[in-house]
């Protein structure tokens, strides 16, 4: 029984709190004129009793009816009186209130600014967020008493630059001087077109306004450049992170063999359809644990491209040793095989490999700054696998031995260095590590059997640049195409910029042939 009472009392409690807004203003949401009705949320809304919310939210929701000259609040279960907040029967005949897209928009807006007095830090923020665009000139009495009472120092400068956009076209030519005053300082794309038309005459009466729209509008044009570079640079890091982990393996391979393979591009492709493979795994035996697809996939990326590359080694390129020409034709075939081997096992068609949920979304480091979690994680899983190539060639024996080989294979056989299994361990290691980059790819790329041309190409610019066997000019070269890359795409198009670049690397060579570091040994100085 007491029970029963306590939660009467709190029904009670809630239906009070729709009797607070004023009844006429009430009544006119369910005018014939839209005009009539956008008036009344405006005037509610600027008003911000309690219970307007519920209100309103219950017209977004189709909930609130109209019969004769009363309005009732319907949930699917309980009825309640819009105006006095009692219980009721929702009377036969009853109508909803109809709501097109231009008052749904006006109540997402009024419903924004009404969340801005919740008590949750969290629903004000998100709120605050919501009005940085499109915000009509009815909020700012609704925005200037938020900003008043808001304490946090995050939501506060939101709730200035909402204000702002709100009087920026009031009649007082003082109070647009300081609505554009603080808008200066957002640099957003929608600021710089708020404020462009106040530049001129026809949009502007007022000379000082003017002036200070233009100042502010040159303010954040540069801003808005710069952080298009600093965007520019952080998506050549990602680029750059992909290049490396191709070109680690290459480095290797070419650096130990001397060998051009020309099927290295597919063995990034058996990394990303790795992953593919994992996801489909995951969805259909563990669904509750598909987010941790990815971790299951690393390895198995790297032992079925080290496989590969392994077979690869032992059956063709063998034979090849000291036959570029041969080798590069070989390696060729192999590239095809390796294609029409995917197209039958996957299909001609690319296939869809997600995000991971913690792979999703992204750090606002600036309004018009963005960086992608999965290019974030990109970056970082690219510098743990240099590390630990890194720890394998000069901490650990077989990296000596493939030094040794690297740096004079003809010597390192007569100490005892057993040249031709270092060369099948160099092969997979550097065909394992080249799979890991296949499934960062599948993070930002298509999955499908050619993605690997794409990358071959620009993985040999890496070797050479960097130069032969050298993990820190692998580094080097990788990070500086990958930005370069997406900076001059920018600038000049993509074509462009991939010509631009070509010349470059050929005009380097030229100066430099041992690329950025150069090979140290006795043998490498002859």
């Given at each position: 029984?007491?029970?029963?009472l306590?939660?009467?009392?709190?029904?009670?409690t809630?239906?009070?709190?729709?009797?607070?807004?004023?009844?006429?203003?009430?009544?006119q949401?369910?005018?014939?004129?839209n005009?009539?009705?956008?008036?009344?949320?405006?005037?509610?809304?600027a008003?911000?009793?309690?219970?307007?919310?519920?209100?309103?939210?219950?017209?977004?929701?189709?909930?609130?009816?109209?019969?004769?000259?009363?309005?009732?609040?319907?949930?699917?279960?309980?009825?309640?009186?819009?105006?006095?907040?009692?219980?009721?029967?929702?009377?036969?005949?009853?109508?909803?209130?109809?709501?097109?897209?231009?008052?749904?928009?006006?109540l997402?807006?009024?419903?924004?600014?009404?969340?801005?007095?919740?008590?949750?830090?969290?629903?004000?923020?998100?709120?605050?967020?919501?009005?940085?665009?499109?915000?009509?000139?009815?909020?700012?009495g609704?925005?200037?008493?938020?900003?008043?009472?808001?304490?946090?120092?995050?939501?506060?400068?939101?709730?200035?630059?909402?204000?702002?956009?709100?009087?920026?076209?009031?009649?007082?030519?003082?109070?647009?001087?300081?609505?554009?005053?603080?808008?200066?300082e957002?640099?957003?794309?929608?600021?710089?077109?708020?404020?462009?038309?106040?530049?001129?005459?026809?949009?502007?009466?007022?000379?000082?306004?003017?002036?200070?729209?233009?100042?502010?509008?040159?303010?954040?044009?540069?801003?808005?450049?710069?952080?298009?570079?600093?965007?520019?640079?952080?998506?050549?890091?990602?680029?750059?992170?992909?290049?490396l982990?191709?070109?680690?393996?290459?480095?290797?391979?070419?650096?130990?063999?001397?060998?051009?393979?020309?099927?290295?591009?597919?063995?990034?492709?058996?990394?990303?359809?790795?992953?593919?493979?994992?996801?489909?795994?995951?969805?259909?035996?563990?669904?509750?644990?598909?987010?941790?697809?990815?971790?299951?996939?690393?390895?198995?990326?790297?032992?079925?491209?080290?496989a590969?590359?392994?077979?690869?080694?032992?059956t063709?390129?063998?034979w090849?040793?000291?036959?570029?020409?041969?080798?590069?034709?070989?390696?060729?075939?192999?590239?095809?095989?390796?294609?029409?081997?995917?197209?039958?096992?996957?299909?001609a068609?690319?296939?869809?490999?997600?995000?991971?949920?913690w792979?999703?979304?992204?750090?606002?480091?600036?309004?018009?700054?963005?960086?992608p979690?999965?290019?974030?994680?990109?970056?970082?899983?690219?510098?743990?696998?240099?590390?630990?190539?890194?720890?394998?060639?000069?901490?650990?024996?077989?990296?000596?031995?493939?030094?040794?080989v690297?740096?004079?294979?003809?010597?390192?056989?007569?100490?005892?260095?057993?040249?031709?299994?270092?060369?099948?361990?160099?092969?997979?290691?550097?065909?394992?590590?080249?799979?890991?980059?296949?499934?960062?790819?599948?993070?930002?790329?298509?999955?499908?059997?050619?993605?690997?041309?794409?990358?071959?190409?620009?993985?040999?610019?890496?070797?050479?640049?960097?130069?032969?066997?050298?993990?820190?000019?692998?580094?080097?070269?990788?990070?500086g195409?990958?930005?370069f890359?997406?900076?001059?795409?920018?600038?000049?198009?993509?074509?462009?910029?991939?010509?631009?670049i070509?010349?470059?690397?050929?005009?380097?060579?030229?100066?430099?042939?041992?690329?950025?570091?150069?090979?140290?040994?006795?043998?490498?100085?002859?």
């Amino acid at each position: 029984m007491k029970k029963r009472l306590l939660t009467l009392l709190l029904w009670a409690t809630s239906l009070g709190a729709l009797a607070a807004p004023d009844p006429a203003l009430v009544r006119q949401l369910a005018a014939d004129d839209n005009s009539d009705k956008i008036a009344a949320i405006q005037q509610l809304t600027a008003a911000a009793e309690p219970g307007t919310g519920k209100l309103l939210q219950a017209m977004a929701d189709d909930s609130l009816y109209v019969a004769g000259d009363r309005l009732f609040v319907f949930d699917g279960e309980k009825t309640v009186d819009a105006l006095n907040g009692e219980a009721a029967e929702l009377p036969d005949g009853a109508e909803t209130i109809t709501v097109n897209n231009r008052l749904r928009g006006e109540l997402a807006n009024a419903l924004a600014a009404l969340k801005l007095f919740d008590a949750d830090r969290a629903v004000r923020l998100a709120a605050a967020r919501e009005l940085q665009s499109q915000v009509g000139a009815e909020l700012a009495g609704v925005l200037a008493k938020a900003r008043d009472q808001e304490q946090d120092a995050e939501i506060k400068p939101l709730l200035a630059l909402a204000h702002a956009q709100a009087t920026l076209q009031d009649a007082d030519p003082a109070v647009r001087l300081a609505a554009v005053n603080t808008l200066a300082e957002a640099a957003s794309p929608a600021v710089k077109s708020l404020l462009l038309p106040l530049t001129e005459a026809g949009g502007e009466s007022d000379e000082k306004v003017r002036a200070a729209a233009s100042a502010a509008l040159k303010s954040i044009e540069r801003s808005l450049a710069w952080m298009d570079t600093l965007a520019g640079v952080f998506s050549g890091l990602s680029l750059g992170s992909i290049l490396l982990l191709a070109a680690l393996g290459l480095a290797i391979t070419y650096g130990v063999m001397g060998i051009i393979n020309m099927a290295h591009g597919e063995l990034l492709m058996i990394g990303a359809y790795s992953a593919y493979a994992m996801q489909s795994l995951f969805r259909a035996y563990f669904p509750e644990q598909v987010d941790w697809y990815l971790p299951a996939a690393i390895p198995v990326a790297f032992f079925a491209a080290a496989a590969v590359g392994v077979l690869m080694e032992r059956t063709v390129i063998r034979w090849l040793y000291g036959r570029t020409l041969e080798t590069l034709l070989a390696t060729w075939g192999l590239s095809l095989i390796l294609i029409q081997a995917a197209r039958v096992l996957f299909g001609a068609q690319n296939v869809e490999v997600a995000n991971p949920s913690w792979m999703s979304g992204g750090v606002e480091l600036l309004p018009n700054l963005i960086l992608p979690w999965n290019r974030v994680i990109i970056i970082g899983f690219a510098l743990f696998v240099l590390f630990l190539v890194w720890v394998l060639m000069n901490k650990t024996r077989l990296g000596m031995f493939v030094r040794a080989v690297t740096q004079n294979r003809a010597m390192a056989g007569c100490v005892g260095v057993p040249t031709a299994r270092i060369d099948t361990m160099a092969f997979a290691l550097g065909a394992g590590i080249a799979g890991l980059g296949g499934v960062a790819l599948s993070q930002i790329s298509n999955v499908g059997p050619d993605m690997g041309q794409g990358y071959i190409v620009d993985s040999f610019m890496v070797v050479v640049v960097g130069g032969v066997g050298q993990l820190a000019g692998a580094v080097w070269a990788a990070l500086g195409l990958g930005i370069f890359s997406k900076l001059l795409e920018g600038w000049a198009g993509a074509v462009i910029a991939k010509i631009m670049i070509l010349v470059a690397i050929i005009i380097f060579i030229q100066k430099r042939p041992q690329g950025i570091f150069a090979l140290k040994g006795r043998f490498a100085d002859q």
